[in-house]
């Protein structure tokens, strides 16, 4: 059976620190990489982290925390990442030591920005870690919810699936249930796609769309997210699954949702920069739009809410022009 050896967080917010506390239940120690050494101070005071998830309270004493990526690079085996993906090579840069042989686990649900390919793909394409070394982990999650422990389902992806086991074993709890698959590269374009869905809810949302049209512009969200990922990345799975269409849902219709939010925001008539300074959170889906429109450009897939949303948000189209188009095309 595989072992995870011993695993670091890669990341400060709040997702990172929801895992770490479903991780260290298990480990009882773990590196974690923050970038920032105030913040570093604050935690080890106070015993918990001093700007996310305040809530959630450590033994730091478990906990052996660096601003120093290196350090942790080479002191741990299993790294999970969970930095917002626009970060992620920020972080990256200042690596000088290799990744080839540690396992990689991504908790990143959005696309690298100029690559526009997914974590996953990052990680092997450059910096060379075999695909079996690497896993995701998907599903709906709002990070305040497992924070609070209320009951949350996470698929692990990995193409070796004893990986993916041993690393959902460590995270599997009574609130914690845990599902695995081979199919890494579909679950992190799934995440990528149900942002940019929220935000197109959103935007109906703030424009006082009722829930009957919602749902209808969800379902073909679905049908979407299915016929891009059939023709991207054809493989046996089953959309209905949890990691794809459960997180779309909870994307779409959670108030924790900040690519919801920063949807709704627009859909109110805020401009994209006063939206995002108002915010002061990363909705991802912005990001993920660009770069599943340019991705798209290449696949030809019809994608009308993807076309929708590029619109709005890149090319200044009103929403009150494209969204009534955009409800001509949904069935
Ligand atoms: N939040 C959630 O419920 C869930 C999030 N995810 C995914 O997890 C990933 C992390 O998101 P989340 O934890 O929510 O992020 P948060 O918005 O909670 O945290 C933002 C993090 O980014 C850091 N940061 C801010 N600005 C910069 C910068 N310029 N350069 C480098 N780092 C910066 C912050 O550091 P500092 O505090 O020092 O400013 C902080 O650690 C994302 O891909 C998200 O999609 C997945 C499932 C659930
Ligand atoms: O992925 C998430 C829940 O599963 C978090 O979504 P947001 O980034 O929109 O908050």
């Known amino acids: 059976m595989h072992n995870c050896g011993k695993i670091a967080i890669i990341g400060g917010g709040s997702w990172a620190t929801a895992i770490a506390k479903i991780v260290i239940r298990h480990t009882h120690h773990i ?11 604050e935690f080890k005071r106070l015993g918990h982290n001093p700007a996310y998830l305040m809530a959630a309270h450590f033994n730091v004493e478990e906990v052996d925390f660096s601003s120093d990526i290196n350090r942790i690079v080479d002191d741990y085996d299993t790294l999970v990442f969970v930095t917002p993906s626009p970060y992620l090579k920020n972080h990256l840069k200042k690596l000088t030591t290799s990744l080839r042989d540690k ?20 990680f092997h394409q450059v910096w060379d870690v075999p695909y079996d070394r690497i896993a995701c982990i998907g599903g709906p999650s709002h990070s305040e919810e497992v924070a609070m422990e209320r009951l949350s389902y996470l698929t692990i992806g990995c193409s070796d699936i004893a990986k993916a086991q041993a690393f959902a074993d460590i995270i599997s709890s009574e609130f914690i249930k845990t599902k695995t698959s081979t199919d890494i590269i579909g679950i992190e374009y799934a995440a990528v796609l149900k942002n940019v869905y929220a935000i197109a809810a959103g935007i109906c949302h703030g424009m006082k769309y009722g829930d009957n049209f919602l749902a209808v512009l969800i379902a073909n969200a679905a049908q979407e997210m299915g016929r891009f990922l059939k023709a991207a990345y054809p493989a046996q799975r089953c959309v209905d699954d949890s990691a794809y269409i459960g997180d779309l849902l909870v994307t779409c219709y959670s108030n924790f949702s900040r690519n919801r939010t920063f949807g709704t925001m627009i859909g109110k008539g805020y401009s994209v920069k006063s939206a995002q300074i108002e915010m002061e959170m990363v909705a991802e889906g912005y990001y993920g739009t660009k770069c599943m429109k340019e991705i798209n450009g290449h696949m030809r897939v019809d994608m009308p809410i993807l076309d929708a949303v590029y619109s709005i948000l890149y090319e200044r189209q009103g929403a009150s022009l494209v969204i009534p188009q955009l409800a001509n095309r949904l069935q």
């Open 103 to 122: 396992n990689i686990v991504s908790a990143i649900k959005g696309i690298v920005p100029d690559e526009n390919i997914v974590v996953s793909e990052y």
């Open 31 to 41: 590196g974690w990489y923050m970038r920032r050494d105030d913040r570093i101070a």
